[in-house]
């Protein structure tokens, strides 16, 4: 047995790491367990192919709060975000591009060529989404109240969140249920009419998600997508200089910085429970070390249905984690490159020179039924025959990511779900990734030629590399039975659990999926409360 700590962190992703500076930072003794060699989590940079440093799982960062990047000093430590612009380059069969830049002026008369009702409509749709993700990007940092309340106490958290939107008008409220309610395309098809608008924005609503476009809840996550930012403008993107491993070594040398301790390759077995009580870990191997308490940034399955004795839980709060629906449907492909993609409908000016379109996010998903088709065949077990395809060039921004000349892309996919109705991830995986090449292709024929070595992360992939149950890349399906007081469960959505002094601060609690923090920042901000008690 090792010395006693006030909080062991189970798992050093970026949530369990802000977990950490934060409760260091209030002077407690730290120690956070890692069971890979690197910290990080899903927001790693990996040397997956000699010379190239990939960031292998998470690519873009934007929903990383502004506060906790303040709080933790992350710029001291070398966290450095490059804007992307343009934000949007999208591909049509018919050999049209849609590019949407940072200037709105400049998007403007981009959409103009397809649809001037949709440009004028354009610049009022941005304000309504603004609008919006500035009243709810607040929410992020409030602990969900418990519904129905359950004490006085909870009773007063209700009305003080309602308080909150005391000032909010009619159309504005029409806004909120809407966008918590409808799908994305719903939500869309009442600002813009040509498929080129409405595929480009409702790729935001269907990424990482459970759903195709035409599914309800889908507006939130394009809302989600959109809440947070780069350099102070809300909704824009960006590449850390470094890949995402940057942004988490920032994290973990602000801890350490505050004195956390950090082990990385060692196993948690199952966390130590006497009495209803967490007092530490038990190690694979065998070796306990005691605690005050205990966070798991591990997702609340594999917390609760590995981590956990099932006699140590209520039986009803045990159905329910076995009924958290956590399957995820992307896959992620991530490509070493002899020099850049040339699309056809973008001709470069040279082969080694960039285009303003290779430091966009471009995609491959013309129409919402294109989308809907895509979605149409996961239901069914099956990966897309026509999936989404979302391609990103980090090294076109940070060349010193690859070696001179060459170039690193990431390639998002949806869909591939997680649970197959014939064959298995292990035999598909490599045909499929063929099926995404094949598409790439249609439009950068040159791709084949310059692929010189690839990596195939499937969900059975993500599940088996980072712990994540069912590969979901957001610890948990994001729909709006899952979310807010609902996140994992009804009734257990304020990061503390059933087990006294075991706390969730991974994004299978409010608010949720991505590179945020503000799940690990308000875990422990519960757990600073509840020592003073």
């Given amino acids: 047995m090792t010395n006693r700590y006030d909080a062991i962190i189970i798992g050093a992703g970026h949530n369990g790491l802000v977990s950490a500076a934060v409760l260091a930072g209030r002077g407690l003794r730290v120690l956070v367990l890692e069971r890979r060699a690197l910290v990080g989590g899903a927001c790693v940079t990996e040397e997956v192919f000699p010379g190239f440093r990939v960031s292998t799982a998470a690519y873009l960062v934007s929903l990383l709060q502004q506060r906790i990047v303040d709080e933790l000093e992350l710029h001291r430590f070398g966290y450095h975000v490059d804007p992307k612009d343009p934000a949007f380059f999208s591909l049509y069969p018919d050999g049209r591009t849609l590019t949407m830049w940072q200037d709105q002026q400049r998007t403007v008369e981009e959409i103009a060529r397809f649809s001037t009702k949709d440009a004028t ?198 159905r329910a984690i076995e009924n958290y629906r956590s399957e995820g449907t992307s896959l992620k492909i991530n490509l070493a490159l002899d020099g850049l993609p040339h699309f056809s409908a973008a001709p470069s000016a040279s082969a080694q020179a960039a285009g303003p379109h290779h430091g966009a996010t471009m995609h491959i998903c013309p129409t919402i039924e294109y989308m809907e088709r895509a979605w149409d065949d996961a239901k069914y077990g099956r990966p897309s025959e026509r999936p989404i395809i979302e391609m990103t060039l980090p090294t076109v921004y940070d060349p010193s990511l690859a070696p001179p000349g060459k170039h690193i892309m990431g390639v998002f996919v949806q869909y591939a779900p997680y649970t197959l109705r014939e064959g298995t991830w292990d035999d598909l995986r490599e045909s499929f990734a063929d099926r995404v090449i094949d598409c790439i292709a249609e439009h950068a024929p040159n791709i084949r030629d310059i692929v010189l070595h690839r990596q195939v992360l499937t969900p059975l992939d993500i599940e088996r590399i980072y712990g994540i149950t069912g590969g979901n890349i957001f610890h948990g399906a994001m729909s709006p039975d899952q979310m807010f007081f609902s996140r994992p469960v009804m009734g257990w959505a304020r990061y503390a659990t059933p087990i006294r002094g075991l706390y969730l601060c991974g994004s299978g609690t409010h608010p949720g999926g991505g590179v945020i923090g503000a799940a690990g920042y308000n875990a422990a901000n519960r757990v600073l409360k509840d020592l003073r008690r």
């Fill in 121 to 318: 409509a354009y610049p009022r749709y941005c304000e309504h989404v603004d609008r919006l993700a500035r009243l709810v990007e607040p929410l992020l940092f409030v602990t969900p109240p418990d519904v129905p309340p359950g004490s006085l106490t909870d009773f007063l958290d209700t009305l003080k969140l309602a308080g909150r939107f005391r000032n909010v008008d009619r159309a504005t409220w029409n806004g909120l249920v809407k966008i918590f309610s409808q799908s994305a395309h719903e939500f869309l098809s009442e600002w813009f009419e040509s498929e080129a608008m409405l595929a480009t924005l409702a790729t935001d609503g269907v990424i990482g998600a459970n759903g195709g476009p035409m599914s309800p809840g889908t507006a939130y996550v394009l809302l989600h997508h959109y809440m947070g930012g780069v350099g102070g403008v809300r909704g824009l993107w960006g590449f850390a200089r470094g890949g995402m491993g940057a942004v988490t070594q920032a994290m973990a040398d602000c801890a350490r910085s505050r004195g956390t301790e950090i082990r990385s390759e060692v196993s948690v077995e199952c966390v130590l429970v006497r009495s209803g009580e967490a007092q530490g870990v038990v190690l694979a191997g065998g070796e306990e070390i005691r605690s005050r308490c205990v966070l798991s940034n591990a997702d609340p399955k594999r917390t609760f249905l590995a981590m956990v004795e099932p006699g140590d839980l209520d039986p009803e709060f045990r």
